[in-house]
């Protein structure tokens, strides 16, 4: 069974920086493709951004193209988004995911909060 274990969320000022990391163990052959999801306080939760772990594909939300980065380690099993310019409509919970078929995501990490004040 895949494990994802997110980390790096907080609070930081609109304009800032974070980086989440996304730890995946148990069994990582399992997945083709990582994305980080968030749920943002009164909306569906939505797609961020997603990579293959060649790194050669990737994809992001209109909303976050320019400021977002996602980018792998594969020797350490893990995914980061790098986030910059932060707004405060980006303040949400976000969420790692793994797998193997485009658009079916089987594997979820618990969450980390991120809070972005004006």
């Known amino acids: 069974q895949v494990q994802l274990v997110e980390s790096g969320g907080g609070l930081v000022q609109a304009g800032g920086s974070l980086r989440l990391s996304c730890a995946a163990s148990g069994g990582t052959f399992r997945t083709t493709r990582m994305a980080w999801f968030r749920k943002v306080p009164g909306k569906e939760r939505e797609f961020v951004a997603a990579?293959?772990?060649?790194?050669?594909?990737?994809n992001y939300a209109d909303s976050v193209k320019g400021r977002f980065t996602i980018f792998g380690d594969n020797a350490k099993n893990t995914v980061y988004l790098q986030m910059n310019s932060l707004k405060p409509e980006d303040t949400g919970v976000y969420y790692c995911?793994?797998?193997?078929?485009?658009?079916?995501?089987?594997?979820w990490g618990q969450g980390t909060q991120v809070t972005v004040s004006l």
């Open positions: 990579i293959n772990w060649s790194g050669s594909i990737r």
């Open positions: 995911a793994g797998g193997a078929t485009r658009g079916i995501w089987d594997y």
